[in-house]
């Protein structure tokens, strides 16, 4: 520590009761003022022998000079009765921690906000490597999927002894789709299942360019007379894509979800030390008012200054 700072506080009381001071030392401390309802009421104020500290105890309760020094511009900008739990609450419900550092809970406001950048960080990660994935499969379906050779087969005999459980979606803009690339009107759902379907159910399987029967052999869409018996790589690979896409999707949903809690929680939080600082304030002062004159008084606390903490001291006699 590179220096000590006295302050002495001499307050005589008029007739009248009321308290004049004079302060010696650094008027516009935050430590000053979080002292300044001592000079309007007598008592006693007992030291901690640990130093250092800015928690005293007074003849009638405990100071804290953290908390009192909050409430006169030491902390985060509050109202003069100290941090409202409202604002806290509504601080942190649109952005977390900003509540918590309202109130003067610097630690908790890092982790919540922390966690929602995490959080949304991962978000951002997910989902672009998700909607990667899905461009990339989905060139390769319109590369090696024909749904021209599919809708032909459907129409041949051999196709009854397949199961149809689901109709082509979009299946009005195929013309559209085999010459522009695009399903034109058709809607964003309808498009989504198209590229999902013709994956999925082995019923499309007739549309692949790699078709292929039991044996490995290649075959044309017309000879598949039913569809579990023929295969095609490109497909099983092209649904392994698609469910990694899904994966990654899916997390980003779940963190995001994650991050709406974060929220809540650190809304929940915030208002909680907000209160214990508004109720440490009407503590002090009440404590003020039930101290009995005559008695010397001691403050002591430790003032930032630079890089060091800086005891400083008070003493006030009501005579």
């Known amino acids: 520590m590179r220096g000590v700072s006295l302050i ?4 005589g009381v008029a007739a009248s009761s009321s308290a004049e001071a004079q302060v010696i030392g650094r008027p516009s401390s935050p430590l000053v003022a979080a002292a300044a309802p001592a000079l309007e009421g007598g008592g006693s104020i007992r030291l901690h022998p640990v130093l250092p500290s800015t928690r005293f105890s007074t003849g009638s ?14 902390g985060p900008s509050t109202g003069a009765g100290g941090p409202s739990p409202r604002r806290a609450f509504l601080y942190s419900a649109l952005v977390p921690g900003a509540g918590e550092y309202y109130a003067g809970a610097k630690r908790k406001a890092a982790l919540f906000f922390g966690l929602e950048i995490l959080a949304w960080s991962l978000y951002a990660t997910w989902d672009g490597k998700g909607n990667e994935i899905e461009e990339e499969f989905r060139a390769t379906a319109d590369e090696h999927f024909n749904p021209l050779d599919y809708l032909a087969w459907r129409e041949t005999n051999t196709s009854n002894k397949t199961p149809i459980t689901h109709d082509l979606p979009c ?12 399903f034109g009107d058709c809607s964003g759902i309808d498009v989504q299942q198209y590229y999902e379907l013709i994956g999925k159910y082995d019923q499309f399987v007739a549309g ?13 869409p017309v000879q598949v007379d039913s569809a579990k018996n ?5 497909r099983q690979a092209y649904e392994d894509r698609r469910d990694d896409s899904n994966r990654y999707l899916k997390r980003a949903i779940t963190v995001a979800g994650l991050a709406l809690i974060n929220h809540v929680f650190s809304a929940i939080d915030a208002a909680r ?3 214990r600082a508004g109720e440490a304030r009407e503590r002090f002062e009440a404590s003020q008012q039930a101290r009995s004159p005559g008695q010397t008084r001691l403050l002591v606390a430790l003032q930032p200054r630079g890089r060091d903490a800086v005891p400083m001291l008070m003493a006030l006699r009501r005579f």
Do not use: K
């Open 61 to 74: 309760g405990e100071l804290n000079l953290a908390e009192a020094g909050q409430a006169h511009g030491a």
């Open 8 to 11: 002495l506080v001499l307050a």
């Open 171 to 182: 299946e009005e803009y195929i013309e559209q789709y085999m010459a522009t690339g695009g």
């Open 208 to 220: 692949w360019s790699d078709l292929r029967d039991a044996s490995g052999n290649p075959t044309q």
């Open 273 to 275: 030390p907000a209160s």
């Open 230 to 234: 023929f295969d095609s790589d490109i």
